[in-house]
């Protein structure tokens, strides 16, 4: 998928990868010869830990990758995204892939291409993961639809 897209990545391009596992390196490198990749596992509790993030946005800047895939899942990869932007000292361009990695590496398979057109992809995942995504998708997800639409509200006025 990376290297496949003809201007994407090319053999020697770096990629900095902040999440997944070693596995998720091994596979990343074996799909895509030539990609050279630099990986950092933060700890869990991202989202609370100023100084993982600090050791991540240290590790993206000294990587110098053209590509950093964060996929460490949200919403710490947009404070992740964030800090470092703030921070400036990374280059390239920055990724927010979440499980995405899975995909790329081949660890996950997506919905038929029927269920994707349709808009269910989401319900595949949760079918396929419902202890990991119920709460994600049930609970956690619908809240964003009372801000939406007080934002719509707001905007009009």
């Known amino acids: 998928m990376l290297a496949r897209r003809p201007g994407v990545l090319r053999p020697g391009d770096r990629v900095c990868l902040i999440g997944g596992g070693p596995g998720h390196v091994a596979r990343l490198a074996e799909r895509h010869p030539g990609i050279v990749v630099a990986h950092h596992a933060p700890p869990m509790g991202l989202r609370h830990d100023?100084?993982?993030?600090?050791?991540?946005?240290?590790?993206?800047?000294?990587?110098?990758?053209?590509?950093?895939?964060?996929?460490?899942?949200?919403?710490?990869?947009?404070l992740l995204a964030h800090e470092m932007k703030r921070d400036g000292r990374a280059r390239g361009t920055a990724l927010c892939i979440g499980a995405g990695i899975d995909f790329i590496v081949g660890a996950q398979t997506r919905a038929p291409r029927l269920v994707q057109r349709a808009g269910f992809e989401w319900a595949w995942?949760?079918?396929?993961?419902?202890?990991?995504?119920?709460?994600r998708y049930l609970v956690d997800g619908p809240a964003i639809f009372p801000l939406v639409w007080r934002w719509k509200r707001n905007r009009a006025r």
């Open 50 to 78: 100023p100084a993982a993030r600090a050791r991540a946005i240290d590790f993206a800047a000294g990587a110098e990758a053209r590509v950093i895939l964060l996929a460490v899942g949200s919403p710490q990869q947009e």
């Open 125 to 135: 995942r949760l079918a396929s993961q419902p202890r990991r995504l119920a709460r």
